[in-house]
């Protein structure tokens, strides 16, 4: 099982629910204790002052305790929410391309052959546009020559297409 960030997201949420849960009943508990030992000393008639609550810093703790579980909990939830990963914008790297007679290939056709090549064998047909300064319609035919001739072709990517050599 990959684990993603969502996984985490709810993962890590679920515990820290677990947590601010358990630390109620703790709370709830020592608030009861405090005021009983509070209570017994009142009525001994001792110095509240000497009260061993009023001088305890596990209140401290307590609060800090559910300062964390909801810093983990708000991690939790960020992480469930936040958008998946974007794939990569331009293919992974190819090292080897297929062996193509560049004598057949016209000036233009070598060109965008060259530029795909330079980018590590793919490119967005946007990109090839903006790079060339031909028209959209030109590249396209451009592309359709090459990948009738098998040395590229077009995957469709969202609005666009990648181009990659073969």
């Not at 009260?51 to 992480?79: D, Q, R």
């Not at 958008?83 to 004598?103: G, R, S």
């Not at 028209?135 to 396209?140: M, R």
Request: hydrophobic content about 45%; proline content about 2%.
């Amino acid at each position: 099982m990959e684990i993603t960030h969502k996984t985490l997201g709810y993962v890590l949420a679920g515990i820290a629910i677990f947590l601010l849960v358990i630390l109620v009943f703790v709370k709830a508990d020592f608030d009861t204790q405090s005021a009983a030992l509070c209570d017994s000393y009142s009525k001994s008639g001792m110095d509240m002052n000497l009260c061993p609550v009023h001088s305890n810093s596990t209140s401290w703790m307590l609060v800090l305790a559910f300062g964390i579980g909801f810093l983990m909990l708000g991690a939790g939830i960020y992480l469930s929410f936040m958008p998946a990963e974007k794939p990569p914008l331009i293919m992974e790297e190819k090292k080897e391309f297929k062996q193509i007679d560049l004598t057949k290939l016209d000036e233009d056709e070598k060109k965008i052959y060259g530029i795909l090549k330079g980018k590590g064998g793919s490119a967005y047909q946007s990109d090839l546009v903006n790079e060339t300064s031909f028209s959209k319609v030109k590249i396209t035919r451009i592309l359709d020559k090459l990948e009738m001739m098998n040395v590229l072709e077009r995957r469709r990517r969202g609005m666009t297409n990648i181009i990659v050599l073969k």
